[in-house]
């Protein structure tokens, strides 16, 4: 399962942007869809989740800013960020594990990974 994640960039606080995550050669629609993101020195956290369409999950602290929504049809999942503030910089991971018991919110949980896109929110 390869995954191809797009959309970071450098951006000033407030702004928004539109990270894409594409499953190439295959479909994502047996699989759970989340993003992560890792700052600099600090572990790999949890930000959203779309197990299926009309299921969608957010960590606090992007709750109200953050949208994940998926495209089985298109096999990319999306994650619209806005009212961007710096401590949302990191380097954002979409990551996809098969439907099952594993616990969602955790990175081991998750079995194939994008190579990752940066964002950079500046003050």
């Known amino acids: 399962v390869q995954l191809q994640a797009s959309g970071g960039g450098l951006v000033q606080a407030g702004a928004s942007l539109r990270l894409s995550c594409t499953r190439a050669?295959?479909?994502?629609?047996?699989?759970?869809m989340t993003w992560f993101r890792q700052a600099p020195g600090k572990e790999r956290e949890f930000v959203a989740a779309a197990p299926w369409s009309d299921a969608t999950y957010l960590a606090d602290s992007v709750k109200g800013r953050f949208i994940i929504s998926r495209d089985d049809a298109d096999n990319t999942v999306y994650l619209q960020m806005n009212s961007l503030k710096p401590e949302d910089t990191a380097v954002y991971h979409c990551?996809?594990?098969?439907?099952?018991?594993?616990?969602?919110?955790?990175?081991?949980?998750?079995?194939?990974w994008g190579q990752g896109t940066l964002v950079t929110v500046s003050s």
């Open positions: 050669g295959g479909t994502i629609s047996d699989f759970e």
């Open positions: 990551a996809a594990k098969p439907r099952g018991t594993t616990p969602m919110r955790r990175a081991t949980s998750y079995v194939y």
